[in-house]
């Protein structure tokens, strides 16, 4: 499988982005997905989840804030992210497979908020 991020870039806290993840390849094999982050010096943590049944997963930090969708049609994978703070500036990655720990990893798209 594999996977391209894009929709990252600079924008004020308060303000939105949405992230897409194209997928290709062994689409077949994907159950769930999911969007990671990693800001600089930390360890790359979960966000938000999503499985084959719509079931959705989120960090605590962006529950009310950022809805994570799914269009199988498009084998495409979206976080739409709201009300952005600093503290969500980081490198954003998309991530797929049967069931977390992901298989397959996408290159990530940066993401970063201005306070």
């Known amino acids: 499988v594999q996977l391209v991020e894009s929709g990252g870039g600079l924008v004020q806290a308060g303000g939105s982005l949405r992230l897409s993840c194209a997928a290709s390849?062994?689409?077949?094999?994907?159950?769930?997905m999911g969007w990671y982050r990693q800001a600089p010096g930390k360890e790359r943590d979960l966000v938000a989840a999503?499985?084959?049944?719509?079931?959705?997963y989120y960090v605590s930090s962006v529950k009310g804030r950022f809805t994570i969708s799914r269009d199988n049609a498009k084998n495409t994978l979206y976080l739409q992210m709201n009300s952005l703070k600093y503290e969500d500036t980081a490198m954003y990655f998309c991530?797929?497979?049967?069931?977390?720990?992901?298989?397959?990893w996408g290159q990530g798209t940066q993401v970063t908020v201005s306070s």
């Open positions: 991530a797929a497979g049967k069931e977390i720990p992901f298989e397959s």
């Open positions: 390849g062994s689409i077949f094999s994907i159950n769930a």
């Open positions: 999503i499985d084959s049944e719509g079931i959705t």
